[in-house]
């Protein structure tokens, strides 16, 4: 992508309204294409009756809870037809029934087959990120089973598969944008929710939320898609579901930690050891869940539909499919011609079932559609293309007006308009004026309703709650009822404006809280660093206080040995002394290199030469006394350009020395090591690479590689303060250092550096 392209695509990031909008629009998520198939061959295999549909309603259960799509679809489904909310999907087909959920299906309600054509738009890898999803809800299960926080493991595992709900939202909503976050976080082993917040807008937390919300999922399913990915000490209180966020948490630290699949997130605020430990928990039940989790996810994926169906059996199902979806469409036709028959008595009790499905989590679009019917209904008319019915919100702290156009064609999608910046809420005079003249007080260009309406042939009809105006509804002057609709509004406007301000109330204080739980994630790693930082500062103090103590002691002892080493009379006696005078010197050497490590001194960056810098580093080594470093053969890939780096040179060449002396030491045999670096497509930076062919580390001590004194190697060998200073002169030339790992497959080292101007 050249630089104005990417330009471009920044100043079209999405909105939170922008979202909202485009998942009313959404009639599916991409579902993965073996789990579809397999659900559709059993569907068209069977003929639905009675005789076999407990087996089939279990066999279909089954396979639908393999894939996070379909289960969404499904419990969507169940939730929006009324009555209490079913949280599993054994519970949805008992509540809808076998032959409502097979319709559906069939018809390829909620979900999108990839065999129909959509899928094809994305590159989302659906297979590596439904096997994550799949082993995050096994694991939830498991924990649930173990007794951790009293939580239903059906409840757990559906959580589980949905953690990562909102992926699928961007995914389908925003794809090109969001593989550019993808490819970002692998490029850089990063937080892929930061990625996504700069290339795409949001993140996949506040994506899964609003979908969650307007699927009616259940609050246990926005809790987790929203928080699962946050330390436990920035989850709210208030979420009565936080036991059920950090067992998923710890669920989706487990799968990522073992590599089952792909989240797109490599950052690890901390270990599943220490999340258990901190829920209460055994800190082996993470590695007795890991052990076993991969087979286990194997064993639910065995027997799915093939990546290659046959011709005709593709062809019978998108026959199938078409022919629902006709039907159903045809229902939803009839259903509207029936409700526009009803007379004006009607739509009192229209208002009371109004009122009865609004609850206290009532999103903006949906709102506005009720309202729009209700007013349709008053009128008696039917709206169509040429005489739609326009209902909107008013602005509310600089946020646009927002309003559905619902002309009966499909589910109104929700627009936001310029408001006018004279606008301040307040009933005047001209909201009872003629439609042009109100718009005008509201909108900064009331020439945008051209494109739906003739402002001048319709009516307003405002909506006022404690003398504000919250918004109101278009509706075309000539219909039918127009006559009774004043004395109607008298009965039920109120109703209908304090609904309306209620909603958006509560809008405003959902992108409150929103922006709450993104500060929370930053405060909580400011906190990780504020807490290493205090760690260092006493490190620091108590290094120079002891050397000042120490230095003088030791003086003594060295002069002292070195008298008698010189006055030795036997060879024993001067080796004896000259051990004592080496070890001496050896303490001297550690608290100078603790008091450089915690007080390092300030960075002088300058211009450094990458290739030159590898090549001094490859003839050190070579020149080192200790055989172990001499004898390891490190290589220095070829570069494709001239790579320059703004960098301390000393610390710089310091840093190097540690990595490369840590890939050197960490085996018996004589190790190699490669160095390759490249320039960075996405940033100005340069991203160095240094691999070994070693034995690879354990989770445990990756996570604690980078902490001060902490060795795997044998003891005596270091003091644990290699990696730590390295990281340490990284940060302080403003770069970033991260480890990739597997036990028998060695380990990368990847430093990344602000380039130099060429």
Not at 14 to 28: A, F, P, Y
Not at 423 to 446: I, K, P, R, W, Y
Not at 510 to 523: C, D, K, P
Not at 574 to 583: A, E, G, P, Y
Request: proline share 4%.
């Amino acid at each position: 992508m050249d630089t104005l392209s990417q330009v471009g695509a920044l100043h079209n990031k999405l909105s939170v309204e922008r979202l909202d909008q485009l998942i009313c629009g959404l009639n599916g998520l991409v579902a993965w294409g073996p789990v579809a198939r397999s659900v559709l061959e059993l569907l068209t295999a069977s003929d639905g009756g009675a005789s076999d549909q407990g087996d089939l309603s279990q066999e279909l259960g089954d396979l639908i809870t393999l894939d996070p799509a379909m289960t969404v679809g499904v419990l969507s489904l169940a939730n929006r037809s009324g009555g209490p909310d079913v949280f599993t999907v054994s519970d949805a087909i008992e509540k809808l029934g076998f032959d409502v959920v097979r319709a559906a299906l069939l018809a390829g309600q909620g979900f999108i087959a990839p065999a129909w054509g959509l899928g094809d738009e994305t590159r989302f890898d659906n297979e590596a990120f439904s096997r994550h999803c799949l082993a995050v809800a096994i694991a939830a299960e498991k924990l649930a089973e173990l007794g951790a926080a009293s939580i239903d493991p059906r409840r757990a595992f559906i959580c589980g598969l949905l953690h990562n709900l909102g992926k699928l939202v961007l995914d389908r909503t925003a794809p090109k944008s969001y593989r550019r976050a993808i490819d970002a976080s692998v490029k850089h082993h990063g937080n892929l929710s930061e990625y996504e917040r700069e290339f795409v807008g949001v993140d996949h937390a506040v994506a899964g939320l609003h979908l969650a919300r307007q699927w009616r999922l259940g609050g246990h399913v926005e809790a987790v898609a929203w928080l699962s990915h946050q330390p436990s000490e920035a989850i709210p209180a208030s979420i009565s579901d936080a036991a059920l966020v950090e067992i998923v948490g710890l669920a989706d630290t487990i799968a990522r930690e073992n590599g089952v699949g792909f989240s797109g997130n490599f950052k690890f605020i901390r270990s599943s050891a220490q999340i258990a430990l901190q829920m209460g928990l055994s800190e082996d039940i993470p590695q007795q869940i890991a052990a076993e989790l991969d087979d286990e996810v194997n064993r639910r994926l065995s027997g799915l539909q093939g990546d290659s169906p046959s011709q005709n059996a593709t062809a019978h199902q998108r026959a199938v499919c078409r022919a629902n979806t006709e039907l159903g469409k045809l229902n939803r036709t009839l259903r509207r011609r029936a409700d526009e028959h009803q007379s004006g008595a009607e739509a009192l009790r229209k208002l009371k079932k109004f009122a009865a499905s609004i609850s206290p989590d009532a999103l903006l679009p949906e709102t506005l559609v009720a309202l729009g019917d209700v007013v349709a209904d008053v009128l008696s008319i039917t709206p169509s293309a040429s005489a739609p019915i326009i209902a909107y919100c008013c602005a509310q702290d600089g946020h646009g007006v927002s309003l559905i156009v619902s002309d009966r064609s499909d589910w109104p999608a929700i627009h936001t308009v310029r408001a006018n910046s004279a606008f301040d809420g307040t009933v005047c005079s001209l909201c009872d004026s003629s439609t042009t003249t109100a718009m005008s007080a509201l909108l900064a260009d009331v020439g945008v309703l051209s494109q739906w309406i003739d402002p001048g042939i319709y009516a307003h009809h405002r909506f006022v709650c404690q003398d504000r105006w919250v918004g109101g509804v278009l509706s075309p002057a000539d219909a039918p009822g127009q006559g009774r609709m004043d004395e109607s509004m008298l009965a039920i406007g109120d109703v209908l404006a304090l609904t309306l301000a209620m909603v958006r109330g509560q809008s405003r204080a959902t992108r409150l809280s929103e922006q709450l739980a993104g500060a929370g994630e930053v405060l909580a790693a400011t906190q990780e660093t504020l807490a290493e930082t205090r760690t260092l500062a006493a490190m620091g103090e108590m290094a120079a206080g002891a050397g000042h103590e120490l230095n003088n002691p030791l003086a003594v002892i060295s002069g002292r040995a070195q008298i008698m080493r010189d006055r030795a009379s036997t060879p024993e006696e001067q080796k004896t002394w000259t051990q004592i005078t080496n070890q001496a010197q050896r303490i001297s050497d550690i608290i100078t290199d603790m008091m450089d490590f915690a007080s390092p001194r300030r960075a002088a960056p300058d211009i450094v030469d990458v290739g030159g810098l590898g090549e001094e580093i490859v003839k050190t080594f070579a020149a080192s006394e200790e055989p172990k470093l001499s004898e390891c053969e490190i290589s220095v890939d070829p570069l494709s350009e001239p790579l320059r780096v703004i960098a301390d040179i000393t610390q710089l060449r310091s840093a190097f020395r540690e990595v490369v002396a840590n890939a050197a030491l960490s085996g018996k045999d004589p190790r190699k090591v490669r160095i390759s670096a490249a320039g960075s497509e996405l940033n100005d930076t340069v991203l160095i690479s240094i691999s070994d062919d070693g034995p690879g580390m354990t989770p445990q001590t990756l996570a604690s590689v980078f902490t001060p004194f902490f060795s795997a190697q044998e003891a005596g060998r270091r003091v644990g303060l290699g990696l730590p200073r390295a990281q340490k002169y990284i940060i302080n030339n403003g770069g970033g250092i991260w480890i990739e790992t597997s036990l028998g497959e060695g380990t990368t080292v990847f430093i990344e550096l602000p380039r130099a101007p060429q």
